[in-house]
């Protein structure tokens, strides 16, 4: 098997759809020897944030001197970022091994009618666990896919547990209310575990309760830790943190927004408390772990002139945020919004947040069976501005397009699915990259 034919057999499990539940995974772990019990876990469950608060997380770890695990979801560049140890990826020849083993295990339990077929996300967290158990790093930092108590990353015993804000997504599948939200959240909150939390108003409420009844600490941000902003440029910003046991002035990020700051302070806190567990970290590896810590595809500047942002929000809060930190912290003339959803996102409600700050919108498909159609968002955008809308469907023609309507003093604000943003971001890298030439890209700071 080569690695193409890895990723197409993993790729075409999707083709079965999404079917909650921990039967399958389970069976499955059992059949690879309970890889995930050999693991020490720092798990991160949430609404917006994880992938940042677990960047920042493993980050400091590594500068501690620890051998630092990291899965996450879903990949920006390329399948292998989403299982790493010490920020190298799963070497390709790795995986197609492991998935050459659990290719039968799954077949064995897709013949069970009590099981049937595992989902792509299963298989995936199956074949994370076995690299992660059979590479013994000392600790893994673990990003929930969906939800949590159904969720496939939910058969480990965390030492630690971390919960990013909570508000609504995926309302099909986890529920209508922020509090059926939180509820699912919080499934992946275990006896014997503690929790730290970014989580505020009915979904606080919500993992207090759960809290409460399973007898495990909750830590609160605002209440029990908190950070402040001291300055910010577009090269980062700086913060200081009042901690569970300590605190620390001016410390130095380079990820740009102000909920950014939220994540890092969720990852010290849980980062405190495993110091709690064995894993002691030193101060001068929380400054050097928090300065080095890199999540492309968030409020990302890819060029200065004119300013070119990537940011992969995906759901009405993750936008409610960007309007409000470009708004607040960026200066130009004219925004330019590059903008690419998903089907199952709810574009009215995003498209009346992000559309009236914007001058001109260029609307175009994402890499995915499951994009959204470029001209019903067109008709929805027309209701909310009386500036420019285009559709382009093909991605370099999009950013050829925005590219061309810019000066110097305007900001292009490159926006939605991650299918997008990692596109986008190549071709921005290396604009000779195959069929997606950028015809009117210039050299510029």
Not at 41 to 55: E, R
Not at 189 to 211: D, F, P, R
Request: contains cysteine.
């Amino acid at each position: 098997m080569q690695y193409e034919d890895a990723l197409s057999w993993i790729h075409g499990i999707s083709r079965f759809g999404m079917n909650q539940g921990l039967e399958r995974i389970e069976a499955l772990m059992e059949l690879l020897g309970e890889p995930q019990k050999k693991l020490k876990c720092l798990h991160i469950g949430g609404t917006n944030g994880k992938g940042s608060t677990a960047a920042f997380a493993s980050s400091i770890l590594e500068a501690a001197g620890y051998r630092v695990g990291l899965y996450t979801s879903p990949y920006l560049i390329q399948f292998t970022n989403r299982m790493s140890i010490n920020g190298q990826d799963i070497a390709k020849e790795r995986l197609v091994e492991l998935v050459e083993r659990v290719k039968p295990l799954v077949e064995r339990i897709t013949q069970d009618p009590a099981l049937g077929q595992p989902t792509e996300f299963e298989v995936v967290t199956a074949i994370a666990f076995t690299y992660f158990a059979e590479e013994s790093p000392d600790i893994v930092v673990v990003e929930v896919g969906l939800g949590g108590r159904l969720d496939a990353t939910n058969v480990i015993q965390p030492l630690v547990t971390a919960l990013a804000p909570i508000s609504l997504e995926h309302t099909q599948v986890l529920g209508d209310t922020v509090g059926k939200i939180a509820l699912e959240k919080a499934g992946i909150i275990k006896e014997g575990s503690v929790v730290v939390t970014e989580a505020a108003g009915e979904a606080l409420e919500v993992l207090e309760k759960v809290c409460c009844a399973k007898k495990v600490t909750l830590y609160k941000l605002q209440e029990d830790f908190k950070v402040e902003k001291v300055s910010g440029s577009l090269r980062g910003q700086a913060l200081n943190y009042y901690g569970l046991f300590g605190n620390y002035a001016h410390l130095q990020i380079p990820l740009l927004g102000d909920y950014q700051r939220d994540n890092a302070a969720l990852a010290l806190a849980a980062i405190e408390l495993l110091g709690k567990r064995g894993f002691q970290v030193s101060e001068e590896a929380v400054r050097k772990g928090l300065a080095a810590t890199t999540w492309p595809g968030r409020l990302e500047v890819v060029r200065r002139s004119p300013l070119i942002l990537l940011d992969g929000a995906h759901n009405l809060a993750a936008f409610q945020g960007l309007q409000r930190n470009i708004r607040q912290n960026f200066a130009y003339r004219r925004l330019i919004l590059v903008l690419g959803l998903l089907d199952d996102k709810a574009a009215e409600e995003i498209l009346q947040e992000i559309i009236p700050v914007s001058d001109h919108v260029v609307i175009t498909t994402p890499n995915s069976p499951r994009a959204a159609d470029p001209h019903v968002l067109e008709r929805i955008t027309n209701r909310y501005t009386l500036g420019p809308v285009f559709v382009q469907e093909k991605i370099p023609d999009a950013l050829n397009l925005a590219l061309s309507l810019a000066g110097e003093e305007d900001l292009i604000l490159i926006a939605g699915s991650l299918y997008l943003i990692s596109d986008a971001r190549q071709l921005l890298q290396d604009p000779a990259q195959g069929s997606g030439k950028l015809e009117n890209w210039k050299v510029g700071k």
